[in-house]
Nanobody, 123 residues
Framework: QVQLVESGGGLVQAGGSLRLSCAAS????????MGWFRQAPGKEREFVSN????????LYADSVKGRFTVSRDNVKNTVYLQMNSLKPEDTAVYYC????????????????WGQGTQVTVSS
């Protein structure tokens, strides 16, 4: 089982960009599909993006499609989320997670989670 640590969050103005990273420990990183989720105060955790084991297939929530890009480096055991054209409604704690299931959008399909990183977008 992997352990996940997110980084790269912060405060940015609307229209700006951030790149989140999620570093995985262990030698089985490439066995997992990886997902990004976010949770705003008072709201449920929601799916943002997912990438399959090889990095060849990606999924996005409609709310971020065209603005966010997920990628992974299986040599560095890291998954990334490039976030462009950020909006105030993107403000949330962002989590990466690992799943044995490709294309999973439900948090219940993920068995390992990072601690989260805060992203705040000011208007």
């Amino acid at each position: 089982q992997v352990q996940l640590v997110e980084s790269g969050g912060g405060l940015v103005q609307a229209g700006g960009s951030l790149r989140l990273s999620c570093a995985a420990s262990g030698r089985t990183f490439s066995s997992y599909a990886m997902g990004w989720f976010r949770q705003a105060p008072g709201k449920e955790r929601e799916f943002v993006s997912n990438i399959d084991r090889s990095g060849g297939v990606t999924l996005y929530a409609d709310s971020v499609k065209g603005r966010f890009t997920v990628s992974r480096d299986n040599v560095k055991n890291t998954v990334y989320l490039q976030m462009n054209s950020l909006k105030p409604e993107d403000t949330a704690v962002y989590y990466c997670a690992a799943s044995y299931y490709a294309f999973a959008k439900s948090p219940a399909m993920y068995n390992t989670w990072g601690q989260g990183t805060q992203v705040t977008v000011s208007s």
